[in-house]
């Protein structure tokens, strides 16, 4: 069965480093998506992606933040200048289109740690 | 406000005994409706989705959900439970068009007695 995947597993990086989250997308999925949950918090949309460019994204997704999909399969989350609030699990997830619904799959997760 | 509220934070039920989880919605259009799972260490799995029809539906693993508008609620049931149910359960909203983004309740932490 065709899923979502999503590397590294778990990331651990320095207050102010720039981190990529990647994601390998489902492979006929058109619409791809980042969410984060924060520890004990429930989750959260960023953004999501269409056709190259941001179909819609939310307040947490400032310009510290970037999306790209720089090849066929591949779809990052960039973040520059990493917080300590930025810690959390950043799950990617992508969907069909509209005419199957808007059924998201999501992927196992990055666990992102900011000393 | 777009919103989902799942009243209850923590839920222990015995194995064997039936489940209902809540979940109250707040949402401008016509909502589609979905339960995911979350194991402890995992992502989300998808229960069950509701985008039109029979309001009764049928997902994974013998959970089903009924979608009631005049309620707007979206409850999850299960009618016997058994231990690796244990994990926590996330209703979430979301529009027709794709692209959207999908709207989250707090989660229920289910655990299971035996």
């Known amino acids: 069965e065709p899923e979502v995947t999503q590397t590294p597993s778990h990331q651990v990086t320095q207050m102010g480093q720039e981190v990529i989250l990647r994601c390998v997308p489902i492979?006929?999925?058109?619409?791809f998506y980042w969410y984060r949950q924060i520890l004990g918090q429930k989750v959260e949309f960023l953004v999501s992606f269409y056709n190259n460019e941001i179909s819609e994204k939310s307040e947490i997704f400032d310009d510290q933040f970037s999306v790209e999909r720089p090849d066929g399969s591949n779809f990052t989350l960039k973040i520059r200048s990493t917080k300590l609030e930025d810690s959390a699990m950043y799950f990617c997830?992508?969907?069909?289109?509209?005419?199957?619904?808007?059924?998201?799959?999501f992927g196992p997760g990055t666990r992102l740690t900011v000393l | 406000a777009q919103s989902v509220t799942q009243p209850d934070i923590h839920i222990t039920v015995s194995e064997g005994a039936s489940l209902e989880l809540r979940c109250n919605y707040s949402y401008g259009a016509t909502p589609y409706l979905f339960w995911y799972v979350q194991s402890p260490g995992q992502g989300l799995q998808l229960l069950l989705k509701?985008?039109?029809?029979?309001?009764l539906v049928q997902g994974i693993k013998g959970f089903e959900a009924e979608f009631k508008r005049s309620q707007s609620s979206f409850n999850l049931r299960k009618p016997s439970v058994h231990w690796s149910d244990a994990a926590e359960y996330f209703c979430?909203?979301?529009?027709?068009?794709?692209?959207?983004?999908?709207?989250f309740g707090k989660g229920t932490t289910l655990s299971v007695s035996s």
């Open positions: 997830a992508s969907s069909e289109a509209v005419a199957k619904g808007h059924e998201q799959f």
């Open positions: 509701y985008f039109s029809g029979d309001t």
């Open positions: 492979s006929n999925h058109l619409y």
């Open positions: 979430a909203v979301g529009a027709k068009k794709a692209g959207t983004a999908l709207i």
